[in-house]
């Protein structure tokens, strides 16, 4: 079974569609040399990185829309999620790694255990709300996580300390 959130726009559900057959034999064939003991479902979402997800408690392998848009990227996504799937079966939760369980049964179903996809993806970018200028330069160093406050930070270009701009700062130079 194959399920289709309502958040896929009229593109990636045409294309999704057009992989259901091909997603469905591969699924029967990793299922005829490789079974597991409860049903598999597999979901579509629209994930902006993962290209899949296993979540094994409930037999559920989850495909990017957004990620996987060749159905070779597709196929080799859904044994990579079945192999998780399939190795928790086999050896309990603490196999859902990509450990040496997870490898052998990529290797067992003909694929190579690479962890990390290589597809395009979608990255939010990140605020960096917090601006730390040089009181030597002036140079102003833009984070996403504060720095912390018990420690002093020099710039490697001069020498000179970070210093935290405080909300009262930003507003008047915003001014």
């Known amino acids: 079974m194959i399920a289709y959130p309502h958040r896929l726009t009229a593109e990636e559900r045409a294309r999704l569609n057009a992989f ?7 699924l029967a064939e990793l299922r005829a040399s490789h ?8 979901t579509w979402k629209a994930l902006r990185v993962s290209a899949g997800l296993a979540r094994w408690r409930i037999g559920e392998i989850v ?9 070779p990227d597709v196929i080799e996504t859904l044994v990579h999620e079945y192999a998780h799937l399939y190795a928790v079966d086999r050896y309990g939760p603490a196999a859902a790694n ?3 369980a997870w ?7 003909g694929y190579p255990p690479i962890v990390r996809h290589k597809l395009p993806v979608e990255r939010k970018p990140r605020e960096r709300r917090f ?16 720095l912390r406050s018990d420690r002093v930070y020099l710039h490697l270009g001069c020498g000179g300390e970070f210093r935290q701009l405080n909300a009262q ?3 008047k130079s915003a001014a």
């Not at 495909?63 to 159905?71: G, H």
């Not at 490898?103 to 179903?109: P, S």
């Open 20 to 26: 259901e057959g091909p997603i469905l034999a591969k």
């Open 35 to 42: 079974p597991v003991r409860f049903e598999v479902t597999v």
């Open 63 to 71: 495909l990017s829309a957004r990620v996987l848009r060749e159905l």
């Open 98 to 100: 990509h450990g040496p």
């Open 103 to 109: 490898q052998a049964a990529m290797r067992a179903m």
């Open 131 to 146: 601006q730390y200028p040089c009181a030597r330069c002036g140079f102003i160093l833009h984070r996403v996580q504060p």
């Open 169 to 171: 700062t930003l507003s």
